[in-house]
């Protein structure tokens, strides 16, 4: 069955750090781009990072450049998102998605204490 499936979330105390993961069922992660997106409570998805299949080239939104990164491990077939510095505002449900597969993932809860 062709799926992603996300781990990882958690409660932190801003300030903290996650590390997401996200792993690929069914197909070979590492042909493909990837993308990282969330959703707060009465708002609209949003994508905050995106990696092409090799990893080379990586884009964020305004709102977490230079506090996530997104990297992947082909071999493991799995993307990360590695979120530091992480504020209330970055309170949401990630979600990880292959773009060419119209694809995402189930999510998983992110919540940043003040």
């Known amino acids: 069955q062709v799926q992603l499936v996300e781990s990882g979330g958690g409660s932190v105390q801003s300030g903290g750090s996650l590390r997401l993961s996200c792993t690929a069922h069914?197909?070979?992660?590492?042909?493909?781009?990837v993308r990282w997106g969330r959703q707060a409570p009465e708002k609209e998805r949003e994508l905050v990072a995106t990696?092409?299949?090799?990893?080379?080239?990586?884009t964020y939104s305004d709102s977490v450049k230079g506090r996530f990164t997104i990297s992947r491990d082909n071999a493991a077939n799995t993307v990360y998102l590695h979120m530091d510095n992480l504020k209330p505002e970055d309170t949401a449900i990630y979600y990880c998605?292959?773009?060419?597969?119209?694809?995402w993932g189930r999510g998983t809860q992110v919540t940043v204490s003040s």
């Open positions: 998605n292959a773009p060419d597969w119209n694809l």
């Open positions: 990696s092409t299949p090799t990893g080379r080239t990586t």
């Open positions: 069914g197909f070979t992660f590492s042909y493909y781009n």
